[in-house]
Each structure stands twice: as C-alpha cells, then as structure tokens.
C-alpha cells in the first residue's frame, strides 16, 4: 500500500510538472521548485502588483524553452536583473524579445553544446568498458555472452537516453538531463557483468566508481542521495553474492595490459570530471563578477538621479538623516538650503523638454564646481534640490548660496538659447536642537517660498 501510494505521488507530480502554468505567481514557490515554472519562448513578464504598487514577479504562458536548469536559472536572473535596473515592468512582447536576443541564443546554444558533449563522452566510455570486456571474452576468461549482453545494454542506454532527450516533454522534468535513469542503468549494468563474472570483478567495480563520480551532475541532493544509495547497494550486493571469487585478471601480460586499461580508463574519466568542474568554477567565478557589477550599477541606478547624476530623494533624504545625526551628537550646527529654479514649468513649455533637461544638469554641474567636499546637494523632484552645509551657520550658508547664485548668473545659457535666462529661488534653515527633519525642510521650503513671493531670484533666511 505504501509503495502504491508512493508511485502515485510520484506519477501526480511528474503530471504537475509537466502541466501548463498560466498566471502563476513566483512568490508563492520556494527557490528550489522555481525551476519548475516554464516559461514559453522567454514569454515572462513582470506585473506591477496594484495594492502595494511594487513589482510582483509572475509568469505567462510558461513551459520550458531550454535544455538543462543553468540556462534558465542565469536568463531568469538576467531577465530580472535588467528589469529592476532600468526599474521597469516589461510586457511580454519586450520579454520575448529580451530572452529571444543574440546572447540569449548564444546561451542557450552553449547549453545545448554541454549537454551534448556530456552524452557524447559518457557514450564513448560506454565503448570503451564495452571493448574491454570484450577483449577478455577474446582472451576466454569469461563467456562471450556476458560482454555482448553488457554492449547490447549499454547501446540500448545511449539510444534511449538520447531519444528522450529531444522530447519537449523530458525538458519539463525537474531533471531534464535524465541523470537518475542513467545513473542507475549503469549502475545495473556494471551489478550484472560482476555477479555474471566475478573472474573479472575489477573491471565492473572500477565502472561503479566511474560512474559513482557523475554524481556531481546530479540536479539535487535528493537525487544525489538516491544515486549514491544505488551504488552503495550495487557494491554490497556484489560483495556478499560473488564476494570471494571477485578477481583482479593479471595472469597474463594480455590480462594485465587489459586491467591497467581499465585503470586508466577510471583516471581518465576523473580527470574529464576534474576539469568540468574546473570550467564550472571560472564560469562561476565570472557569474559572480558579472554579479557584482551588476549589483554596483543597480546600486547606483537606485541612489542616484538619471538626468543630474546627483543623489535623488532617497539618498539625500538618508544623508540629511545622517547629518542631523551628527549635528545632535556633537553639537556643531547644520545648515540646509531648498533651493528652486525659477519659472522651470514654462522652460519646458517654451523650450521643450530637452532643454529643461540640459538646464537641470547645468544647474547641477554649477552646484558641485560651487560648494565644499563636506556638503552636499541632491534632487528632490522636478527642479527642487536639497543643499545641506554641516558645520555650518545660517550667516555663512547665506555667502555660500550667495556665490551659487551668482556662479548661477554667470552661466552662458544662450549656448542652449538665446532667450534662455535662469535664475533659482532658495530658502535656507539650520537645524534646531531635537527638531525633525521634515520640520527643518519645511522651514526651509517656506523660506524658498518667500523669495519666491518676493519676485523670485532671491536667499531667504528661516528664522533660527
């Protein structure tokens, strides 16, 4: 009873990985069972979620559209990576096109190439443990039927698993590659021809480990578990079935040129798994560059406005908090200025867009080349920034406004237009001992106000 309802569990699931997914929300599966999601010709879109206004990953119209987990676990990082950095929710036909790029081809094309290399090598050391045992029917130590039963199995593997290799349905499976089923007619195989002819029991012992040493392609510990399980079975049923007649063939220099064969059969395919492993570790060591680089840029992108290139709301706003911070533990005071360029809305209006653009990243270039290392300006929205001036008095924030405001004057803005003149308002408060922040800002947005009042192109002091 418990076996049926093992297989039955088993057969339900392998029917749920194979189903078509639509609408299916990623947040709801745990990171081990995402390679399960399928995703139908790079078909993938990100949709904003309407409560909480954040992007919620889900995927539409999903099957699997590569040939083993690493193809889809780096586009889908990819995918995801490009989405936030840019901070934009594709549709699907952006998607489409995104995951149908050249690189994506070139990916999933150097994943195709591995799998076929893989099943390529693994068929010629199937050849070779097959000559092997034939040159000892050859040299009559065992009967000709058990290495042309262990050939016949061995092809019929290599057959069969490239065949279901290139079902659609197969790459749908949690193990697209078929390492269990492989792993274990092996295994079966190498168990057979030593209980069959134990004379020779060094030849299939070294096979187990052979293929003990795949284990790494397994795709999960649980599989990996169960293959070494199966092997560990395979060396326990050989030892206690035909134990004592297991044999090492050296009789002859024949046998014994057959038997070193077959050592160096077992090194060479260690030293295959040795450097896959070593090509494994560079492609992971340049993910992991390309990974960081990539976290640098969305950092940036995330802290920073993409028209000035100087600090946006955020991270000025974190600043100020750090700066107030400050002013309170060590008592020097800190001044901030909210500064507003004048008439912007009918700059863009009369000039376009692009000028206004160019206008505010003059203004900011103009900023930086004005005030100290120590302080520091940031965009706040439209054409608001925010100046703080630690260690600084209200009188002194005054001169340095003053000289921002006149550097301000001096800028050529007829090389934009001729009629293009700009001029900024700019209140300026310092920070009171225990006050909020969005209590100093506000002082310091009122100020900007009264000089707008005032006729524009005017510094206005808060009241201490």
């Given at each position: 009873m418990l076996v049926a309802t093992g297989v039955f569990r088993r057969i339900r699931e392998i029917f749920r990985r194979?189903?078509?997914?639509?609408d299916t929300d990623v947040s709801r599966y745990r990171p081990q069972e995402l390679p399960l999601l399928r995703i139908d010709y790079g078909m993938m879109a990100l949709q904003r979620a309407p409560s909480a206004g954040m992007p919620s990953k889900q995927v539409t119209k999903t099957y699997w559209f590569s040939f083993n987990?690493?193809?889809?676990?780096?586009?889908?990082?990819?995918?995801?990576?490009?989405?936030?950095a840019s901070n934009y929710i594709g549709s699907l036909s952006e998607a489409s096109a995104f995951v149908s790029s050249p690189a994506m081809d070139r990916q999933r094309l150097a994943s195709a190439r591995r799998t076929r290399v893989t099943q390529i090598v693994i068929a010629t050391a199937y050849a070779f443990d097959s000559a092997i045992l034939l040159g000892y029917s050859w040299l009559g130590l065992v009967d000709v039927r058990v290495p042309l039963a262990a050939v016949a199995a061995l092809a019929l593997i290599v057959v069969a698993a490239q065949m279901l290799l290139h079902q659609p349905r197969i790459r749908k499976l949690s193990d697209p590659t078929l390492f269990l089923p492989q792993y274990v007619a092996a295994t079966s195989v190498a168990l057979g021809v030593a209980i069959?002819?134990?004379?020779?029991?060094?030849?299939?012992?070294?096979t187990l480990f052979a293929i003990a040493a795949f284990s790494f392609m397994a795709p999960d510990r649980r599989t990996l578990i169960i293959a070494w399980l199966t092997t560990g079975a395979a060396v326990v049923a050989i030892f206690l079935l035909v134990g004592p007649q297991l044999a090492m063939p050296t009789s002859t220099a024949a046998t014994r040129a057959l038997t070193a064969a077959v050592t160096i059969g077992l090194l060479a395919r260690c030293v295959w798994i040795a450097l896959v492993v070593q090509r494994l570790r560079a492609r992971l060591?340049?993910?992991?560059?390309?990974?960081?680089?990539?976290?640098?840029?969305?950092?940036?992108l995330a802290t920073r406005d993409e028209c000035t290139a100087l600090p946006n709301r955020r991270s000025?706003?974190?600043t100020l908090d750090r700066e107030i911070a400050r002013s309170r533990r060590d008592g020097t005071p800190l001044s901030l200025a909210y500064i507003d360029l004048d008439r912007f809305k009918s700059i863009n209006d009369l000039f376009g867009h692009n000028v206004g653009d160019q206008v505010l990243r003059q203004f900011a270039d103009a900023a930086i080349q004005t005030i100290r290392e120590t302080d520091r300006i940031g965009r706040v929205g439209g054409e608001e920034f925010l100046l703080m001036m630690p260690a600084t008095s209200l009188a002194n924030a005054r001169a340095s406004m003053e000289r921002l405001r006149e550097r301000l004057k001096a800028i050529d803005?007829?090389?934009?237009?001729?009629?293009?003149n700009v001029t900024a308002s700019i209140g300026v408060a310092t920070y009171r001992p225990g006050e909020a922040r969005e209590a100093l800002m506000q002082r310091a947005d009122q100020a900007m106000f009264v000089g707008k009042s005032a006729g524009r192109d005017k510094i206005v002091l808060s009241a201490e």
């Open positions: 194979l189903a078509y997914v639509k987990n690493d193809f889809y676990e780096d586009s889908y990082r990819d995918y995801v990576t490009a989405m936030v069959a002819a134990p004379q020779i029991g060094y030849q299939p012992i070294a060591t340049r993910k992991n560059d390309e990974l960081t680089e990539a976290l640098a840029k969305i950092a940036v000025i706003l974190e803005w007829g090389q934009i237009d001729s009629s293009l």
